[in-house]
């Protein structure tokens, strides 16, 4: 009997054990890994990150987990902080010295938010070799995860009383970035360009002309979301083909803006609004292009163009609009001579 009651004692220890086990297996599969990537802007201590954690926790996107080598550091709210955020680092030093690929080995991510490049841009490096610095270090994502999601910040404007020339020099660096971008992007490995430059002021949203302020930390995070979760939509979420009901007193607007341009290329915005009486369950945008242009990158929707013809779909999660209520998508595109802007059409 005594023998028995340890046989099945150690049979119950052994499917506890196994059940455990699994459900931290399941658990930890079930999370995507997103690595914020970068220097103190990113984390010392970096509170757009507290905020951008929150947000997802409070629209449902709880699967998330934040990795890095580096614990948090405070922002006073409780978060996830874990990040690679190393204050003062330049990114042609973390490739030059392959810093990366060991704090990818210790954490795995599924996706990094990389918001580099200040320090290099302080230290009057060229952006062809700060972006050559890019490649390295998406290579070496790629290497550590095919199918890395990569989002790439244009940075965020800087204008320390040390450095007077560092306000053109970032926008110099920014003007680079989405041509790298088109460039260095696969279907396999998207990379995403972040506009984290567009309306954020030295003045108002940093405290000494470089970090963000609080006022700074909130627009980080809201420039931030969209585009993460559209790249955790595409990385958790089963594809699915939504029923689209239409809605009496249905009707929408679509204003389009070239966010910023330079030499061939450009990046573009529509915001999609709601201007019926009852809310959307879905979206298309239209335009035709006067000039030759040509999309390269997309993003917070799904296009199809068909010459100079384009067609832009909602994506998964900004198809309902309540009235009144906007969504913003947007794209990188290819210009030469003239780059006229198009009238959109909008149906719902």
């Known amino acids: 009997m005594r023998r028995t009651s340890s046989l099945l004692a150690a049979i119950l220890a052994f499917v506890a054990a196994v059940t455990v086990a699994m459900t931290t297996q399941a658990s930890g599969a079930a999370a995507?890994?997103?690595?914020?990537?970068?220097?103190?802007?990113?984390?010392?201590?970096?509170?757009?990150?507290?905020?951008?954690?929150?947000?997802?926790?409070?629209?449902?996107?709880?699967?998330?987990?934040?990795?890095?080598?580096?614990?948090?550091?405070?922002?006073?709210?409780?978060?996830?902080?874990?990040?690679?955020?190393?204050?003062?680092?330049?990114?042609?030093?973390?490739?030059?010295?392959?810093?990366?690929?060991?704090?990818?080995?210790?954490?795995?991510?599924?996706?990094?938010?990389?918001?580099?490049?200040?320090?290099?841009?302080?230290?009057?490096?060229?952006?062809?070799?700060?972006?050559?610095?890019?490649?390295?270090?998406?290579?070496?994502?790629?290497?550590?995860?095919?199918?890395m999601k990569i989002l790439v910040a244009q940075i965020i404007p800087m204008n320390p009383s040390t450095c007077p020339d560092c306000a053109q020099r970032a926008v110099a660096f920014n003007s680079a970035i989405p041509g790298w971008a088109a460039a260095t992007t696969t279907e396999q490995s998207p990379i995403m360009v972040v506009d984290q430059w567009t309306g954020f002021s030295t003045s108002t949203d940093t405290y000494d002309g470089v970090h963000p302020n609080a006022a700074g930390d909130q627009k980080m995070s809201d420039k931030w979301y969209p585009p993460l979760v559209e790249a955790l939509s595409g990385v958790v979420q089963p594809t699915v083909t939504p029923t689209v009901t239409p809605t009496p007193g249905g009707g929408c607007t679509a204003t389009y803006k070239i966010a910023n341009q330079w030499q061939d290329g450009f990046q573009g915005e529509v915001t999609v609004k709601n201007t019926g009486a009852a809310a959307t369950s879905g979206w298309t945008v239209g335009w035709t292009f006067a000039n030759g242009q040509r999309i390269s990158q997309l993003w917070n929707g799904t296009a199809s163009t068909s010459g100079s013809s384009v067609t832009v779909r909602n994506a998964g999660w900004n198809g309902s609009l309540a009235p009144g209520a906007s969504a913003t998508f947007g794209f990188i595109a290819s210009w030469s001579g003239t780059n006229t802007a198009p009238t959109p059409t909008c149906t719902s």
């Not at 948090?72 to 392959?98: F, I, K, M, R, W």
Request: hydrophobic share 35%; net charge negative; glycine share 12%.
């Open 32 to 147: 995507t890994r997103i690595m914020p990537l970068g220097d103190s802007i990113t984390g010392s201590p970096g509170c757009w990150r507290a905020l951008l954690w929150n947000r997802l926790q409070s629209t449902g996107h709880t699967d998330v987990d934040f990795v890095g080598t580096l614990p948090p550091q405070g922002c006073g709210v409780s978060y996830d902080g874990d990040n690679e955020g190393h204050g003062g680092y330049l990114a042609t030093n973390v490739a030059n010295q392959n810093l990366l690929p060991g704090w990818l080995s210790a954490t795995k991510p599924d996706i990094v938010l990389m918001h580099f490049g200040t320090n290099d841009v302080w230290s009057n490096i060229a952006p062809a070799t700060i972006l050559s610095a890019f490649t390295t270090l998406v290579n070496q994502m790629r290497a550590s995860n095919p199918q």
